[in-house]
T-cell receptor, first 115, second 112 residues
Framework: EPEVTQTPSHQVTQMGQEVILRCVPI?????FYWYRQILGQKVEFLVS????????KSEIFDDQFSVERPDGSNFTLKIRSTKLEDSAMYFC?????????????FGSGTRLTVV | DAKTTQPNSMESNEEEPVHLPCNHS???????IHWYRQLPSQGPEYVIH???SNVNNRMASLAIAEDRKSSTLILHRATLRDAAVYYC?????????????FGAGTILRVKS
């Protein structure tokens, strides 16, 4: 079964450093998402991306965050200057286009620890 | 976005059916009912979705009330591997603005 692949599985970074989280969505999917989950809390939406632009973003997704699809396969989330409160699991998701409401496929996540 | 209400937790015995309820009294006519689950230390996983009719797939069944104000996810024979957090989510049937909004979900514990 096709999978969404995320790398790395765990990243430790120092406060103030930039990190890039990588995702390879399913090849024929056209909608891409980033979510995060702080330990013990709900899964929170960050941003959705379609046709090479952001289609929706949450209040969490401020100027320190950016997303990019640099080639035909990767989808990245960059955090410019990490803070302690950015420590969380980050999940990438993708889905097929269409209003028929296909299910979303999530990756296994990247655990980001900011020290 | 319309809101869903689920019990905080439920417990089941292995090999027995599990009925996970969800209330969504403010559902609109074009909202699809989605269920996802999250196994420990993993990302959410799609389980099933429906609009008005009951739905079955290899993982589960979804029973939708006639007035659509509630639904029930049915696991026919729970296994230890089904222990997870189950999320009931309403998703508008439109192409854009269709992020999934996760609540706290129901923690399902399965006893052997």
């Amino acid at each position: 079964e096709p999978e969404v692949t995320q790398t790395p599985s765990h990243q430790v970074t120092q406060m103030g450093q930039e990190v890039i989280l990588r995702c390879v969505p399913i090849s024929n999917h056209l909608y891409f998402y980033w979510y995060r989950q702080i330990l013990g809390q709900k899964v929170e939406f960050l941003v959705s991306f379609y046709n090479n632009e952001i289609s929706e973003k949450s209040e969490i997704f401020d100027d320190q965050f950016s997303v990019e699809r640099p080639d035909g396969s990767n989808f990245t989330l960059k955090i410019r200057s990490t803070k302690l409160e950015d420590s969380a699991m980050y999940f990438c998701a993708s889905r097929l286009p269409g209003q028929v409401n296909y299910g979303y496929t999530f990756g296994s996540g990247t655990r980001l620890t900011v020290v | 976005d319309a809101k869903t209400t689920q019990p905080n937790s439920m417990e089941s015995n292995e090999e027995e059916p599990v009925h996970l309820p969800c209330n969504h009294s403010t559902i609109s006519g074009t909202d699809y009912i989605h269920w996802y689950r999250q196994l420990p230390s993993q990302g959410p996983e799609y389980v099933i979705h429906g609009l008005t009719s009951n739905v079955n797939n290899r993982m589960a069944s979804l029973a939708i009330a006639e007035d659509r104000k509630s639904s029930t996810l049915i696991l026919h024979r729970a296994t230890l591997r089904d222990a997870a957090v189950y999320y009931c989510i309403l998703r508008p049937a439109r192409e854009y603005g269709n992020k999934l909004v996760f609540g706290a979900g129901t923690i399902l514990r399965v006893k052997s």
